[in-house]
């Protein structure tokens, strides 16, 4: 018998979901497989009042833990793979995640085989970057990603993250559609767990991930890649000038935050879309040298 854990953190329970879907071909009588959700000791809302929204950017970008609650892992050696469920918050992992990586409940991870499995709207790959920093602190081996996204266009995307998010509704409504990852995407991730469970039988962990990516596991626009990276800049100069100028001074801190929404929302509609039209040029322009780019920011090693 092989064992398996499943450690995740979910608001609405999409990542719950993608990980089941993911898991459904593993052959029971051969593999036990146990489920640890993370929770903080004070729970997120959800759906997210606006301006706690906006008050959890400086944490999540400058990566401040917050309590959780008790995790109790029984046999942690037992255990022959780990799957991380995670999702992203201001382009870096939520803050539950972080700060479990961040705790000692993360020594499970301690020379085990891990696979990531992100569920997000379409701004990933800074977070895994520092998901590689977080396990690689904790001596686990990152041995796949899988990234489930919101797959429509950026700016639709925006729009129906922020009614899921604000107002809970998930559903395609007038004029948009679904929010979060597509139900289809989400009912044909078994076949990562067909691999995966290969791989589990076959002692092949090592070269998962190439195949993995054969089946899709990771898909990168260009565009997307490089907005993200210079909106992960920009953040870290907000983050750190909220996080000083206003230390302990309420009002101040809110006065900041509002000034980074309405930067925020400018920045997605007014800026993006023409920074976004130029990478698209850059990427026709020199199709080799920008893959190449995605090709080094998406792999596993660190
Ligand atoms: C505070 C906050 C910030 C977020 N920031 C990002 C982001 O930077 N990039 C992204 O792709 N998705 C972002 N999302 C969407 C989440 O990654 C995720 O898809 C969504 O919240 C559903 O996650 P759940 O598994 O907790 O229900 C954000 C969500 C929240 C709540």
Not at 11 to 16: F, L, M, N, P
Not at 92 to 120: C, H, M, Q
Not at 157 to 168: A, D, H, Y
Request: some cysteine; charged content about 25%.
């Amino acid at each position: 018998m092989k064992n398996i854990l499943v450690l995740y953190y979910s608001q609405t329970g999409q990542i719950k979901e993608i990980i089941y879907s993911i898991l459904k071909p593993f052959d029971k009588t051969e593999f036990n497989i146990d489920f640890i959700e993370i929770k903080p000791e004070t729970e997120y809302p959800f759906p997210w009042p606006a301006d706690k929204f906006f008050d959890v950017f400086p944490e999540s970008k400058e990566g401040i833990s917050c309590k959780l609650r008790p995790i109790e892992i029984k046999e942690p050696d037992k255990y022959d793979l780990i799957i991380l469920g995670l999702q992203v918050w201001y382009l870096e992992p939520s803050i539950p995640v972080a700060s479990f990586l961040k705790s000692n409940y993360a020594k499970v991870l301690e020379n085990k085989p891990v696979i990531t499995v992100f569920g997000v709207r379409n701004m990933w790959i800074n977070a895994h970057q520092e998901m590689k920093r977080l396990i690689n602190n904790v001596k686990g081996r990152l041995i796949g990603n899988i990234v489930f996204a919101d797959r429509h266009n950026n700016l639709i995307s925006v729009l129906t993250i922020i009614r899921w998010l604000f107002k809970g509704k998930k559903e395609a409504s007038k004029f948009l559609p679904d929010a979060g990852v597509s139900d289809n995407e989400i009912k044909s991730a078994s076949k990562f767990g067909i691999e995966i469970q290969k791989a589990l039988q076959n002692n092949r962990l090592s070269d998962l991930q190439g195949r993995l990516e054969n089946l899709g596991a990771v898909k990168v626009d260009y565009h997307i890649m490089k907005t993200e990276f210079a909106g992960s800049r920009m953040f870290g100069i907000w983050s750190s000038i909220i996080l000083k100028r206003s230390s302990g001074n309420i009002k101040k801190r809110k006065r900041l935050l509002r000034l980074f929404k309405y930067y925020l929302y400018f920045v997605i509609y007014v800026i993006s879309p023409i920074s976004s039209a130029v990478f698209r040029l850059i990427r026709l322009l020199f199709p080799k040298k920008t893959k190449n780019q995605i090709i080094k920011q998406i792999s596993i090693i660190s």
